[in-house]
């Protein structure tokens, strides 16, 4: 390759060129994105779970993609996590939300929303032993606490950050009482014993 003769041009050239593939790459994302909604709205679930994986995985392998589109990657994210928890796969709702907030830099308020739901999930299912409900339930708390201070204005974050936080006082509550009642338990009423009589 023969480089101009001036370095103004070259860089101009360089410049036009890297710009170029930018948009080429810019547009081809959104049209991706565009594809994987449009198998979500015609029903095919399946079709859109693959897709937005897919995507996701690209954006957390070139986090430059993410900073070119983050309002692509923060749709991805929330479309893909959406999917998953309404497929009642909970497991991997945690898996990828996790990762998402380790990788992504200021990821969406409805991230730490999906990941409170799944939580919430896990701690309701009947398999749950009562610690466990109790540690999913902390931590469903914990992400609708960091939701509500990323999106003040969500109300239905607002409302699952408040039923958890009543459900956790409540299981508090009788957790005290458990343990109160074994540690000092209650006087029962007990047949006193007959009175002798004399006479």
Known sequence: ?????????FALWFVWVVASAGLVLYGRTLHRI??????????STDGAIAAFRELEGEFRRHSWLARLVPDGRDRVLQNYLRLLYFREDYDSVIVQAEAALLHHEGPAPLVRYWL????????????????DALAWLRRAGEQYQNAVIDAPGDWDVKYNHE?????????GKQRQQSVFDLLRPQDKVRPQPPTRKIG
């Open 34 to 43: 565009d594809r994987a909604n449009a198998l979500y709205w015609d029903g």
């Open 116 to 131: 409170g739901n799944a939580y919430y999930r896990k701690a309701v299912s009947e398999t749950a032993e009562e610690e």
């Open 1 to 9: 390759m023969r480089f101009p003769k001036y370095p103004v041009t």
């Open 163 to 171: 039923l958890v936080q009543t459900m956790l006082r409540q299981l």
